[in-house]
Structure formats: structure tokens, C-alpha cells
Nanobody
Framework: QVQLVESGGGLVQAGGSLRLSCAAS????????MGWFRQAPGKEREFVAA????????DYTASVKGRFTISRDNAKNTVYLQMNSLKPEDTAVYYC??????????????????WGQGTQVTVSS
């Protein structure tokens, strides 16, 4: 069983930055693919970014490319999401997720096996 704890969310003005962290425990972090998803009120959960187990491949949804960066520190069992140039439409609860298939950067939520509890990001205009 893998436990994930996100942190770093908050309220920020448009154009600002936040860095989300997701600390994992209970598994072999370096063997997992990692993803970030988000869910805005009244909307379905959507893919944001993902990274393979060794960090060699990343994928992003089009709306965040060039603004968000996913990274990981396998020594700290932590994945990060650096979010720059934030927009009001980025407002959502952000979730990190583990894919036991370590080489995936899947955009499909059902391909992820464990989820964190989420952290709220609110971007004001």
C-alpha cells in the first residue's frame, strides 16, 4: 500500500507561482510512474502532468505546457509540480497519483493505482 500526501497549495494572484509537493511512503517510489491531476468544481478530474520512474520522459496537458514543470527526487520519495504564470482557470484541487507501471506517462486516471487526498489551488484574478 502506498500513501501519498500533497502539500503546497494555496491562494495566489494570477501570474504568480506555487510549487506542489507529493511525498510517498509505503512502496518503492523509484519504480513508479507519477502523475498530477486536477479537478475544478463541477468538472471531471483531468490530467495535468506525468513523469516516468527515472524522470526520462514527461508529458503535459496542452494548457499547462511551458508554465508547469513536473520533477521528482527519488532519494526523497517526492514528486513536485512547479506552477508558474498561474491563471484563474488553474483553480482546482490537485492530486498526485502513482502508476505501478513505472514507464508510463498515461493521461488516463484509471491507469493510476494510488492517489493522494488533494491540495487546493486557488488563483485570483
Amino acid at each position: 500500500q502506498v500513501q501519498l500526501v500533497e502539500s503546497g497549495g494555496g491562494l495566489v494572484q494570477a501570474g504568480g507561482s506555487l510549487r506542489l509537493s507529493c511525498a510517498a511512503s509505503g512502496g518503492t517510489f523509484s519504480s513508479y510512474g507519477m502523475g498530477w491531476f486536477r479537478q475544478a468544481p463541477g468538472k471531471e478530474r483531468e490530467f495535468v502532468a506525468a513523469m516516468t520512474r527515472n524522470g526520462g520522459r514527461t508529458d503535459y496537458t496542452a494548457s499547462v505546457k511551458g508554465r508547469f514543470t513536473i520533477s521528482r527526487d527519488n532519494a526523497k520519495n517526492t514528486v513536485y509540480l512547479q506552477m508558474n504564470s498561474l491563471k484563474p482557470e488553474d483553480t482546482a484541487v490537485y492530486y498526485c497519483a502513482v502508476a505501478r507501471t513505472g514507464w508510463t506517462t498515461s493521461t488516463r486516471s484509471y491507469e493510476y493505482d494510488y492517489w493522494g487526498q488533494g491540495t487546493q489551488v486557488t488563483v485570483s484574478s
